[in-house]
């Protein structure tokens, strides 16, 4: 959170949209996680979120990736 409310991010929103995680009810731990932005196929993703889930994956080691709506009239 340091790094989300840090004075050179005022004004940049770019925590993923969604959180996933799976759990193992057996050993009542979780499995794994991931964050997800969703887009549609023709929205872009900003310099900011790229750089959000470039920090989750390398530097947290944590899942996160862009997840496309495809929308159906």
């Given at each position: 959170m340091v790094r989300h409310n840090g004075p050179d991010?005022?004004?940049i929103y770019g925590p993923p949209d969604l959180y996933f995680w799976?759990?193992?009810k057996a050993k009542k731990t979780t499995k794994y996680i991931?964050?997800?932005y969703v887009k549609r196929r023709t929205e872009h993703l900003k310099a900011h979120q790229k750089a959000e889930i470039g920090f989750l994956n390398d530097?947290?080691?944590l899942k996160a990736r862009v997840l496309r709506l495809k929308?159906?009239?």
């Open positions: 991010r005022s004004g799976v759990t193992s991931r964050f997800v530097e947290l080691n929308e159906v009239n």
